[in-house]
């Protein structure tokens, strides 16, 4: 941090990287809040995350909430569709777009309903990987143009519901992932005189670099080998339904961060879909799957949270790849299918958290003047600290002051020294840190043992909201989710904090941060006055976070507010949904607790407890009322 020049919007955004991160969405604003520009086509529209922020407060909505931008999902729908279409015809390719949105990355009905709503000019679809997710499917794809796609593993159950699918008019894919699928689709649709649309999936080498590239090669856990997918074609010729076999379906991995992995699949696919069509197997969809990564540490690379290509590159890579292979080959253009889910909901909503207190490494100070006979342990510590200004050897400094605390402990723990001495050690040495932290930052080479101290010296912020309910991945795979403060930018950072959650799990922390266009474990911000509320956004929890977290100490799912964009007012939105987070009881009730009977049993003791005098009737009352309220209440932090 450099203290002598004034600090502008331009270094808050070079320090926070939100544009880099922001997908066109996020600035900071001049005011230092972050702003939301949800309608790429209406730049004038841009949403105050304070004002968000201020009317959440005065509905009385709770933090920490979700915020879901419908106008941001809905852009992203028409991105993708129009980024396909546009290539499309500039490349005189021959085939149509059929996207299909997987809703395991945001299963929420309202996001699949504005997916489905903003995508229904393109006829865009919906993919199903579990029973469960089919039947929402089957509900909410009505359009017979578009595609619903089902992969995953299928019961007896799932293949008759596709089938009923098809007796609906829709066209309903069913992704072979295993040959024995097969043999009951083909068995069920006779019985039923239903005739099914069918695809399989291919297992590639083509694989993707990151944290998914299991999903293809030879370990995969899905697809069909080359005898199996040519098995599969001459079985279904056997039984009179080659013409049935219509899509050939491959997914590399999600977060694709190397743009080589793509073109390399769909190379592949492209060879493969044109020899089944030299066999007679006249195929005609491709399904590249989904894969398409998202930038979330703003560094346009390959490293596992980001991507070295843009939508535009990913779309021509399909489109060109396609239709060279296919020109080569002379076999139609096959119509392209895409499933990516990350891409389309990852921007669209966002976690607003509080900070709720600090925890100083030294935070509590003991007064430390000389005493008679104190040790001599004491005494070092103190004539370092006194000398430290004419040090020149820091490193020798601190290795020191380390010792001489470590040998402190031992010696408490001997019955040398008292409790307080040890004390007073602490205060003299987290004294001798901050000083030396100071001292450094005018050196130009920091020595080994001192480029801790940032970190040791560093605040952990203490923010109302759980790591394992809306962050799973930041934990789970060490995914990196932007955080930044959402007001007060214009100011200066005076501090470095990581951030922890309120879980008593001490894996539910924030210790990986994009500042200054790098991965550090600090996050410079602002300090706070005491009793000053302040905000904190995580970025870009639309695809996955939003649906997979857990329940860990009975944080339950979060208060919702969903926001529509709108030109005519004041402050360009108006909060259209709240959707209420998980109530105490919700969460006891799916731990099999009976929350109404346990209301019951605490007035019963309380009544116990008045009828021995040891509470008054007046306050048994209020004690019996009191945790009934808490039953109902809101399971994280109450801080108003
Ligand atoms: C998970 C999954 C997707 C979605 O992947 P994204 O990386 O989110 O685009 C698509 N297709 C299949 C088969 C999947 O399993």
Redesign the pocket.
Known sequence: MTQNKTWTIEDAERTYGVSSWGGGYFHIGENGNVKVSPDPSNPSMRIDFKAVIDEVSQEGIQFPVVVRFHDVLRSQVVGINEAFNSTISEASYNGEYRGVY?I??NQMREVVEEIVDAGAPYDFGL?A?SKSELLAVLAYNTNPNSLT?L??YKDEEFIRLSLLGRKLGRKVVV?IEKYSELLMLVRLSKELNIEPIIGL?SKMTAMGKGK?QG?SGERAK?GLTIPEIINSARYLEQEGMAHTLKLL?F?I????TDIRAIKDAVNEGARIYSELHGMGFPLEYV?V?????IDYDGSKSTNDSSRNYSLHEYVADVIYGMKEICDLENVPHPHIV????????AHHSCVITEIVGEIKADGAMLDTVAAEGEHILLKNIRELLENLSNVTNLQEAYNDASEWKEQAVSAFKLRVISLEELGKIETLYWQIMRQLQLQYRDVEFVPDGLQHLDFSLSSQYLCNFSIFQSAADTWAIDQILPVVPLTGMDQEPDIDCSLVDITCDSDGKIDRFVIDRAIQNIMPIRSLAPNEKAHLGLFLTG??QDVMGDMHNLFGRLNEVHIFSYDDDPEDFYIEEVVKGSSVEDVLSIMQYHPKTMAIDVKRQIDKQVANGQILPREGVKWTDFYENCLEGYTYLKTE
């Open positions: 997987p395991k990355v993919e990987g796609i992969n995953g992704v999936r998914w999903s899905f379906h997914h991995g999600s977060q694709l399904d799957g989904g894969g398409l990564g895409t499933e990516s889910g990350r891409a389309i909901t695809a996955y």
